[in-house]
């Protein structure tokens, strides 16, 4: 119980020294480190809308353009924002999080999987379901559902290709450029003393 709380106290003074620290960067520097992960977000919310568009063109959907345009932005952002924050930025400024290649790996993996393919995988369901509702295209029997969507969706892949390869090139450079500022922060002298 005494260990827990000793480790918890250190990360707690841990955590405050690196918040001065970040404090003291310039105004650039400290948006990037505490609000990258929106930059993430946005992405993975227009690739959403990228994915949405295909899939809708791809099953002659014209209906409910809003409707399905709103979760499409919407979700991804929310999830690739929350995912990013928490895997990549929170551990930054804690302390937990102490290797450039660690960084740049989870920001990558966490721009590939939820910033590229999420939005992709979420634009099934949702133009699926109006394509039925709207009887926009004539969907298969029972037996050939799986391979009707992997038919359906193998442009749809190919066309975000792109896309995919942007945001995670795109988060893995912000997740290595988080790291570098925050060594840079580190490396400043603390507030209120005075360099000999």
């Known amino acids: 119980m005494e260990n827990h709380k000793a480790s918890t106290v250190k990360e707690n003074i841990l955590f405050d020294i690196i918040t001065r620290k970040i404090s003291q960067l310039p ?3 400290r948006n990037l480190l ?6 993430i977000g946005l992405n993975a919310g227009f690739s959403g809308l990228i994915a949405n568009s295909l899939f809708r063109r791809t099953l ?11 979760p499409m932005a919407v979700l991804p952002f929310l999830t690739a924002n929350v995912s990013y924050y928490t895997f990549v930025s929170l551990p930054l400024s804690a302390g937990d999080l102490n290797c450039e290649t660690c960084t740049v790996t989870r920001a ?31 969907l298969p029997q029972r037996g050939n559902i799986l391979n009707y969507w992997i038919r359906v969706s ?16 795109f988060a893995a450079y912000l997740g290595s450029r988080q790291y570098k500022l925050l060594i840079k922060a580190l490396q400043l002298p603390e507030p209120g003393l005075e360099m000999p």
Not at 34 to 39: A, I, M, T, V, W
Not at 60 to 70: K, P
Not at 108 to 136: K, S
Request: charged share 10%; no cysteine; glycine share 12%.
């Open 27 to 29: 105004e650039s520097d």
């Open 34 to 39: 505490e609000h990258g992960s929106l930059y």
């Open 60 to 70: 002659h959907v014209t209906q409910a353009r809003i409707a399905a345009g709103l």
């Open 108 to 138: 990558g993996l966490a721009g590939f999987v939820l910033g590229g393919l999420y939005p992709i995988l979420l634009a099934i369901p949702v133009n699926g379901g109006l394509a039925v509702r709207y009887q926009t295209t004539p």
């Open 154 to 169: 193998k442009p749809v892949f190919r066309k975000m290709l792109f896309p995919i390869i942007l945001q995670t090139v």
